[in-house]
């Protein structure tokens, strides 16, 4: 019998003006589907004109001007529905979705859906819950003592997956898709037995448990810092457009 990790995978990814998932924007996105190791990914994207100005930081790092997204992309509004649409499908298949930092993501989604379709993100989800798989809490739970830093790049050179144009939406999320492959592969005695659905509940505790620990390291530091223990997805606050 097929493990999950050998399976159907999907991923998805985004490029943003920054940070912040409560006033940020999404300027480009994407997601990847393969249908077990070594196939050929099916690559879905999305450019997005946000409709505010793009920091010359976060130009920096993806290297989307305004000018770029001015002429190239899409308004918000019917981008937002179709990447929606698009992660309900692979639901409604329970099709696994990996999304590294999967509370980034997926918060900044609602509340682009929020801002521009008046939707919440869990809307799409009531028929069939997403099945998420976050390498970066799985890597952190399974092998929470190693030190270093736990990027996406970080944990590429780690597992020895290949990241090529790093900071372009499809390519991340290729490989964190990857990433989970390989993951599942090297701690294959603690997770084939689990099925996605199991291991999305788990890791809404074990990432709980990491924002805990992370918060008292900041308390003790002396760093005004607050880490939010939710996942795969932030409540809404009514500071949220």
């Known amino acids: ?133 976050d390498p970066r809490v799985l890597d952190k739970h399974l092998d929470r003592y190693r030190k270093g830093r736990r990027t996406l790049t970080d944990l590429c050179t780690h597992y020895e997956v290949t990241l090529e144009g790093a900071h372009d939406a499809g390519a991340d999320a290729l490989a964190s898709l990857e990433l989970v492959r390989a993951l599942g592969r090297r701690f294959a005695a603690r997770l084939e037995r689990l099925t996605p659905a199991e291991l999305h509940t788990l890791q809404t505790t074990w990432h709980a448990a990491q924002a805990r620990g992370l918060q008292a390291w900041f308390t003790r530091s002396g760093t005004p810092e607050t880490v939010n223990t939710y996942w795969p997805l932030r409540p809404d606050l009514p500071t949220a457009a």
């Open 1 to 133: 019998m097929t493990c999950w990790y050998e399976g159907p995978l999907a991923a998805f990814d985004t490029e943003t003006t920054g940070v912040d998932v409560e006033t940020d924007r999404i300027v480009s996105a994407a997601v990847v589907v393969q249908d077990a190791p070594g196939t050929r990914p099916r690559v879905t994207r999305w450019l997005v004109n946000p409709g505010v100005p793009v920091p010359e930081a976060a130009t920096a790092v993806h290297g989307l001007t305004d000018e770029h997204l001015q002429r190239n992309g899409r308004w918000p509004a019917p981008v937002m529905h179709e990447i929606a649409e698009e992660l309900a499908e692979h639901a409604a298949m329970h099709r696994p979705l990996v999304v590294m930092n999967a509370p980034f993501d997926l918060t900044l989604l609602d509340r682009e859906l929020r801002r521009h379709r008046a939707s919440a993100l869990d809307r799409w989800f009531e028929a069939s819950p997403l099945l998420v798989l």
